[in-house]
């Protein structure tokens, strides 16, 4: 026979239990191994069997004993039966002592019916507080404080502390921790179910197709496409190939034409092809996603990540899908999976009576839903292609092998580009236009003139009316002699009238003009003349009229007679 513990001892198992100890830590406190621990407590709460009872029959329900004044141990308590083999290992001769004797005698007398005992009993002591089972917790008197400052979001850490510091609670960590997870899992809030009105919401969920055998034998599993009005439950379903951003759009598309209208709202998950950055207060949809819905009038709304039952409605149509319609089928194409799952829609889902709306599907959708969709428009959303670029150093960005310039503000910058083999539409990431641009062929460059910065653009690119603008600007010789220049030597002399104006920065316009008048004068027309002019800084020459009378002029008589003179005395 295997040794029996002290009375003592089981007393010191016992209260330590009810005050929240586990096994580990009575045994290390004990000297006892903790499944001793673990099997003194068991038959210590086995309820008592009455003699007549039948064998196998169910022991009855222990009463529940009140607590302290300390809120943790039983004062004055009536015990329920104590099952014999709970009165042989606790008051068994061999191992009691004096005082556990006592105890034992008390529990024997009582002989398996209804005993009042003093101050502790064994089986009373670990009963649990009325409504709950196991041992009391230790935060049990900060009940309500807990639970207020979890309502106030604060965590287990911040619990414990507060509790220490300011009430002066002797509690561990762990303890607080099991207290707050009991309170998490002991009141679930449940689900709410929210039903919408007519026309207001559709949802949309993917799942696996029925297999598909190729004409080379091979075999593919689709995807099937499934959206259902909420307040209807009218579905349409399509197997696509993929999950593209393109075949996204052409189901949803497909199915708004279908159903003759347009749902004000569309709650899918987070797949890759229509949210490029999941998040459930600021989600990042796909550009081409926004335009679809902008073109057709509604709003696309992302549920919160891995969470499946905001869009309950759709999850379970998709297995009605699976179950109903496709399982243990194959199809040659998926054109013929679409036929069948069209006419199946018809027939077979829209004439079933639903199990929580409990009306036929189709009669509501006819009757109440398809009046409540928004209009279509005049026609479908346009195809085109998009993608993300980066602007070249040079201001363009590649589509489709060809070049498309943008304005110098957006050079290194991502935008985003659409074209359609006609145009070239290019956005900035908020998706306003920026610029559009007339496809070209691969390899061409389409470059605005307006996108060339004024720093960049070449001399004789901006005409010879503008350079004689300048020229004006300096005065109206130098514009004459420009003038003279081109007509003289042609449009290459572009570059003359350009170094012309490029004189202004070392020379003033007064200088520049009268370089020019005087060149004009000699007839000089080259640029290197009125360089040189500038440098000697040459005063033009003065033209004097004939004067035929003056003091200091003699008449043509006195020369006469001077020369008459000077012949005779030479030959005289």
């Given at each position: ?44 709460r086995?309820?008592?069997?009455p ?12 009463a ?8 943790t ?25 004096e ?24 089986v009373?002591?670990?009963l ?41 609670a002797t ?25 919408v ?23 593919r ?89 905001h ?36 027939t ?38 998009e ?24 050079v290194?910058?991502?935008v ?6 006609h ?53 109206g ?12 030597r042609?449009?290459?002399a ?47 020459q003065?033209?004097f009229?004939f ?7 003699r ?18």
């Amino acid at each position: 026979m295997a040794n029996q513990l002290k009375m003592a001892e089981i007393h010191a198992i016992l209260t330590l239990r009810t005050r929240g100890w586990s096994y580990r830590r009575i045994a290390r406190e004990v000297g006892v191994h903790r499944e001793t621990v673990a099997r003194y407590v068991a038959l210590a709460r086995a309820p008592a069997k009455p003699a007549n009872a039948p064998i196998g029959a169910d022991p009855p329900e222990p009463a529940i004993a009140p607590l302290g004044p300390d809120g943790t141990e039983p004062v004055n308590v009536l015990i329920a039966p104590v099952s014999e083999p709970a009165i042989a290992l606790i008051g068994g001769a061999e191992a009691a002592t004096e005082a556990g004797g006592a105890a034992a005698d008390g529990l024997k007398a009582a002989g398996g019916g209804m005993t009042e005992v003093g101050d502790w009993s064994p089986v009373a002591a670990l009963l649990p507080p009325p409504g709950r089972a196991g041992p009391v917790s230790g935060c049990e008197p900060y009940r309500a404080l807990v639970e207020a400052k979890l309502a106030a979001g604060l965590t287990a850490v911040r619990i414990h502390q507060d509790l220490v510091g300011e009430h002066g609670a002797t509690l561990s960590y762990h303890a607080v921790r099991r207290f707050v997870r009991k309170l998490h899992s002991a009141t679930p809030l449940p689900f709410r179910r929210i039903e919408v009105a007519a026309g207001e919401e559709a949802q949309v969920d993917f799942g696996r197709g029925a297999a598909v055998t190729l004409p080379d034998g091979k075999i593919r599993r689709p995807h099937v496409f499934r959206i259902v009005l909420s307040h209807s439950r009218k579905g349409y379903s399509e197997a696509v190939a993929r999950q593209t951003t393109e075949h996204f759009i052409r189901c949803l598309e497909n199915a708004f034409w279908h159903f003759g209208g347009v749902p004000r709202t569309v709650v899918i998950d987070n797949l890759k092809a229509a949210v490029m950055k999941a998040d459930w207060f600021d989600p990042d949809l796909n550009p081409k996603l926004q335009a679809f819905a902008q073109h057709y009038g509604t709003v696309i709304l992302p549920t919160k990540p891995y969470t499946p039952r905001h869009k309950g409605k759709v999850e379970r149509g998709v297995g009605y899908v699976q179950d109903n319609a496709l399982k243990g089928r194959t199809f040659e194409s998926l054109a013929a999976q679409n036929r069948f799952l069209a006419e199946w829609e018809t027939t077979i889902a829209d004439q079933r009576i639903h199990g929580t709306t409990r009306q036929p599907v189709g009669r509501v959708f006819d009757q109440l839903e398809r009046p409540a969709l928004l209009p279509l428009p005049t026609g479908r959303f346009p195809s085109f292609q998009e993608g993300e670029r980066i602007v070249n150093r040079d201001g363009h960005v590649e589509v489709a092998k060809a070049y498309y310039s943008v304005s110098p503000e957006h050079v290194g910058r991502r935008v985003w580009v659409r074209w359609d083999g006609h145009v070239v539409r290019i956005f900035d990431r908020q998706l306003q236009q920026i610029t559009i641009h007339v496809q070209h062929q691969p390899g061409q460059f389409a470059t605005h003139p307006r996108h060339i910065a004024p720093q960049k653009r070449a001399g004789v690119e901006r005409g010879t009316a503008w350079w004689l603008r300048k020229t004006h600007a300096i005065g109206g010789e130098t514009a004459r002699w420009a003038e003279a220049l081109l007509h003289e030597r042609g449009i290459h002399a572009l570059r003359a009238v350009m170094g012309l104006i490029n004189l202004t920065r070392g020379h003033t316009d007064a200088a520049i003009e009268q370089a020019c008048r005087t060149a004009r004068a000699c007839g000089a027309y080259r640029l290197r003349d009125i360089r040189n002019l500038l440098k000697r800084q040459a005063r033009p020459q003065e033209q004097f009229e004939f004067t035929q009378e003056h003091p200091l002029i003699r008449s043509l008589a006195d020369y006469e007679a001077l020369v008459h003179t000077a012949f005779q005395e030479v030959h005289g």
